[in-house]
């Protein structure tokens, strides 16, 4: 018997700047999980890719990691329009965001799809913690 190949975990994040997804995907590969990782530039781009992945019968990602200011669609606006399709899948959202304003992490807490706020940078360490939780 084969061991089992570990599953990959899919990982959107949406945020318009490069820089930040760069440092993710870096963080990522020292995690040590498998992990596919999806970027999309604003929310609206977001909310885009999951009604074709719903349409297409493709698994949605697990994790989800949103910055608060975007243009088109910003995060706060991609959670409503998220919550709004009704989706019945587990996907562990976070705000992540260089926002250190206290409304906007009161404000986190009022959404049902948003499990926690996160300051950037995202460390190695709180990224693990992440993917630990969703493999357990």
Same mark, same amino acid.
């Given at each position: 018997?084969?061991?089992?190949?570990?599953?990959?975990? #899919? +990982?959107?994040?949406?945020?318009?700047?490069?820089?930040?997804? /760069? &440092?993710?995907?870096?963080?990522?590969? *020292?995690?040590? @999980?498998?992990?596919?990782?999806?970027? *999309?530039? #604003?929310?609206?781009?977001?909310?885009? @890719?999951? *009604?074709? +992945?719903?349409?297409?019968?493709?698994?949605?990602?697990?994790?989800?990691? &949103?910055?608060?200011?975007?243009?088109?669609?910003?995060?706060?606006? /991609?959670?409503?329009?998220?919550?709004?399709?009704? +989706? #019945?899948?587990?996907?562990?959202?976070?705000?992540?965001?260089?926002?250190?304003?206290? #409304?906007?992490?009161?404000?986190?807490?009022?959404?049902?799809?948003?499990?926690? /706020?996160?300051?950037?940078?995202?460390? &190695?360490?709180?990224?693990?913690?992440? +993917?630990?939780?969703?493999?357990?």
């Amino acid at each position: 018997m084969q061991p089992k190949e570990p599953s990959t975990i #899919n +990982l959107l994040v949406i945020d318009d700047d490069d820089i930040n997804i /760069f &440092i993710i995907s870096k963080i990522v590969e *020292k995690t040590g @999980y498998a992990v596919e990782i999806c970027a *999309k530039h #604003n929310g609206q781009l977001a909310i885009d @890719y999951i *009604k074709d +992945l719903v349409a297409n019968n493709q698994p949605l990602p697990q994790l989800t990691l &949103i910055d608060i200011n975007m243009p088109i669609l910003n995060g706060w606006e /991609f959670i409503e329009a998220y919550e709004a399709m009704q +989706l #019945n899948a587990k996907n562990d959202m976070y705000m992540l965001s260089s926002s250190v304003y206290e #409304n906007d992490i009161e404000k986190a807490k009022g959404y049902q799809s948003v499990k926690g /706020f996160i300051s950037k940078p995202l460390s &190695i360490d709180r990224l693990k913690e992440l +993917l630990a939780d969703i493999t357990n």
